[in-house]
Each structure stands twice: as C-alpha cells, then as structure tokens.
C-alpha cells in the first residue's frame, strides 16, 4: 500500500487544484500512467504514477485546493484493500520523486508536520477523523459561512465533505434563517455572517469570482514587480513599413513549407540579436546580486482564459526565424490547452508582449521578475510622416521598453532600444 501525494510541479506552486482525477476507485493503476490532472499556479499539469496497484482511495476531489505535500490518494494491492485510517497515514513522503516527461519534484521539506490547517497530517481522536473525510477547501469554506463541517452531510467518495456539500448547506442555512427558522446545518445559536463578498448590498449587485491558480500567481507576482521593482520605460516609435515587406518576401519564400512567419516572430528574433550585443540588458537582479546571462531565452506573452502565461523560445538569438514561428504556435497551443510544463516556461532572460493584435496603439508591460525587462509592442498603423524629405503615409510601430533600474540604466537601456529600432527597419539585419 502506498501514499499518492500532492507534488510541486512548479519553482513558484504552494498549492494545486485537483482539477480531474483520471484513475477512478478500483482502477488498475501502473507506473507511467496518469493519475490525475492538477492545476498548478502555472497551469494543468498531468501527474504520473510511481507504483503499480490499485486507487482504493481518494483522499480529495476535483475541486480541492491541496497544499503540497499532502496525500491526495491511496493505492493498493487489490481492488477490495481497506485504505488506512486518517490517523495511520504518514504525513511526509519519505524520498524526493521525479514524474518522468514532466520533471516534476516532491521537495521533502514542502511536505505538511501537524497542522490542523492542512488536513494531512497524522491527527487522532474524532477531530482527525472529520479531516479524514473533508477537504482543505471544504473546511475553509465552512469556517468563511460560519459552519459547523461536522454536521454536514458529504456526497464525496466515502462520504467526505466537498464543496458542494458546503454550499449546499450554507444556501439551506440561508432560507431557513429567511424563514424564521433554525438552520439544519449548523449548531450556532445565531447564524453568523456570510463570506465578505455577500456581507452587504453595495448598490453594485457583485458576486464573487473563484480564482484560479494561474490568476492568483498573476496577481501576486505583478503586485510584488511594481512594489519591489523600480520600472523606467522608454519609447520609440519606429517606421515598420520595411519590416512589412520583409515579412511578405519571407512568408512567399516559404509558402511551400507551410510556415508562417508572423511579424511578432520577426522582433523576437531582433530582440535576441541585438541582446547578444548588449549583454547587460539580459541580466537580472536577484537577492541584491546582478546576474548576467549567457544565453538569451525570450519570454512570449500568451493571454488565455483566466490568467497570462509566458512560454520561453530557448537560444532565440541562434534560432531561424522559422523555427521561431514554429515554436512560438506550438507554444501557444500547448498553452490554450492547458498543456504547458514548468520547462516550457521556465529560465527567461527577456520577455516580449505584443498587444497590437487587439488595435492597441501602445502600453507600458509590468516587468516578469527576476527578468530586468520587458518590450510591450503596440499595433502597425498606416501614418502620416516624413519620408524622404517628403510627406508620405507609411507603417509605423510604437515600442516600449520597461526596465528595471537596479539592474540596468537608462543609458544602456536607451542604447539597446536605438539598435533595436535600427534592426526593426532595416530587417535584413535580423537574419544576418
């Protein structure tokens, strides 16, 4: 019999969310096969089994936010095996795992010691069997409607308590207090107050959005960038009217291999380039250290439903510009698919966000720590300018280039952005 814990599948998880569990009670489970698919702060992620056996028990549902560390399921010799009690169940795994194609880590030191908070480690009495049989999330919940998890009815596996259970009684607690009543499901003298979103009518008639991961991390870490990262931003806009008929020569060049090379790709690879000759923009400011990196690895911006993640073309300055537009879509699908692994988004040097697909003119992009910048690209627009001492309507594109002056100065970041511009038009240089 073996315990199935809840890995750290990301550097930056401290939770994740059972989103699916794809073994089901009684299943024959191998090593290699995939258990369960949880949403980690970075994205859905499919867990490998370890052992051979058989899921006699599931500790949690879909739907539980589980710390890492925790047991999430149990495997056994056979199908019929009894799972341990609650209190028999260790709540430590014993060594580091790995999860084969997606190199995940189980760190030891993550792992839960006996907190009540967390529902995994070894408890005993009554107290730790109503643990047994509730989520982390569910006794959360409890606490914010002012609940009584004891006395509530689960319709889990083994009757353990979820969060429709919660809700269900909280909505019951509900319209028997609007009735004059005594709620069933709870054993206050008063009802207490609901969560803070329901407390009171604003006027604005709100309802409270659940958060996943992926925005809970997007929150944290751009607060903590404009909190902790002092931003310089620098702007240029430049004539994009050579990068146009570049792009169009290339993508005629390469109509018979079925690439298309967008224009994002082509500032990728520009941006790689001229990061090669400036090497003190690829750098990051880490724990009052600078560190200088020596490869150039550029973070792509992708939005997707419920939050923004960052795949990173490895070696973008030795890499085609074909190969980049390869990647880039494979990425991108991967990431609309939930499909993303903490190595496809992992080890940045410099990121690029291109909003001008949605007609934006310009912005000012938060900096993605610990990278020391960031190129927000707005939209190409047909302008009036003088061209050749003449006034002509031609393509022009706004860049902005936000910095983070701890590790790089103005001067440097000033330079960097004219060679780029440069390089943007007069675009054979970003292929030779």
Known sequence: MSEIYMPRLSDTMEEGVISSWQKQLGDKV????????????????????????????QTVSAGDTVPIGAVIGILGDTPDATPPAPAEQSAQPEEKTETGAQQTETVAEAAPQADSTTGSAATSGTDGQERGRTSPLARRLAREYGLDINTIQGS?????????DIEA??????????????????????APAAPAAAESDDGRDSEEVSLSNVRKVIARRMAEAKQEVPHFYLRRTIDAEPLREFRTQINNQLADTGVKVSFNDLIIKAVASV???HPAVNSSWVDGRLLRHNRVNIGVAVAIEGGLVVPVIRDADRTS???????????????RNNKLTPQDMSAGTFSVSNLGMFGVDSFSAVINPPEAAILAVGAMRPEAVVHNNELAVRNTLSLELSVDHRAVDGATGAEYLRELAEVLEHPMRIVV
């Open 321 to 335: 510009v074909s190969d980049i537009a390869v990647q880039v879509r494979e990425l991108a699908e991967k990431a």
């Open 30 to 57: 191998s090593p290699g096969d995939v258990l369960v698919e949880i949403e980690t702060d970075k994205a859905v992620m499919e867990y490998e089994a370890f052992d051979e056996g058989y899921l006699i028990q």
């Open 169 to 190: 009684a909280a909505n019951a607690r509900g319209t028997s207090s609007a009735a004059g009543g005594e709620s069933p499901a709870t054993t206050q003298p008063a």
């Open 156 to 164: 889990g596996p083994k009757g353990r308590v979820v969060r429709a």
């Open 275 to 277: 990061l090669r000759r």
